[in-house]
């Protein structure tokens, strides 16, 4: 009966966390939205400057058009890029709360996918081996429990660290097969945390491989977003 009450208490907690980050990730989105909104209306006002500008430079511009003035006007380009950058980061202070949160907690996302990455496949081996050694089997019930904590704390985080991103196919697969994960895992850890003596069994074995070899999917597609499709070449 205590078993019981506390495997509800967790899951309503569960199911509590879920909703505040879902909450939070509609926050994220409004928030994302309207910064970009100021950033496009803050462009459209300074282009006829820049226009202006431009325009005013392009006879002396013509005149100075040799190598060297070129390799200048690069390596001043450079420079100017590498301090809008450092401009960018040091204008984050002057970013809402929420927003710079949702910014942090995203690149959280790198750090935390690697639990359910270790702990699904360890879980796998476990469970296949402790089928004749019994021996092995004593940590499957950690492994996929744990697995199904920080999936979908991954999962969500990936969501947030992706929100800033230009839209891609890739990205789309990489999020929604995330989502599977996590959903996935979660089921799985509700499964092994009630029914631990079917933690060897031929339906959690399945399980383990469908995740484990949809996390291989989910590496390549994040190496994919980060490196190009040709990163794996020999």
Request: without cysteine; proline residues 5%; aromatic residues 8%.
């Amino acid at each position: 009966m205590n078993s019981k009450r506390l495997v509800q208490r967790a899951a309503r907690a569960w199911l509590a966390l879920m909703l505040m980050l879902g909450v939070g990730l509609t926050g994220a989105a409004f928030a994302h939205k309207h910064g970009k909104h100021g950033e496009e209306h803050h462009a459209e006002q300074t282009s006829p400057m820049q226009t202006s500008s431009t325009g005013s430079q392009g006879a002396s511009g013509s005149a100075s058009s040799s190598s060297p003035s070129a390799s200048a006007s690069e390596l001043h380009e450079a420079d100017h890029g590498m301090m809008g950058d450092m401009d960018m980061e040091a204008d984050r202070s002057k970013l809402p709360f929420f927003e710079r949160l949702y910014e942090w907690l995203g690149r959280l996302h790198p750090v935390i996918v690697h639990f359910p990455i270790a702990f699904f496949p360890a879980a796998l081996l476990t469970a296949v081996v402790g089928r004749r050694r019994p021996a092995f089997a004593a940590p499957v019930q950690f492994l996929v429990i744990a697995g199904g904590v920080f999936a979908p704390i991954a999962a969500m985080a990936g969501w947030l660290a992706g929100m800033t991103a230009d839209p891609d196919p890739i990205l789309t697969y990489h999020r929604w097969l995330g989502v599977a994960v996590g959903v996935g895992g979660a089921a799985l850890g509700v499964w092994a945390w009630r029914r631990p003596f079917e933690d060897r069994g031929a339906g959690m074995i399945l399980g383990l491989a469908a995740i484990t070899a949809a996390i291989a999917i989910q590496g390549f597609l994040g190496a994919t977003i980060t490196h190009g499709w040709d990163h794996l070449m020999f």
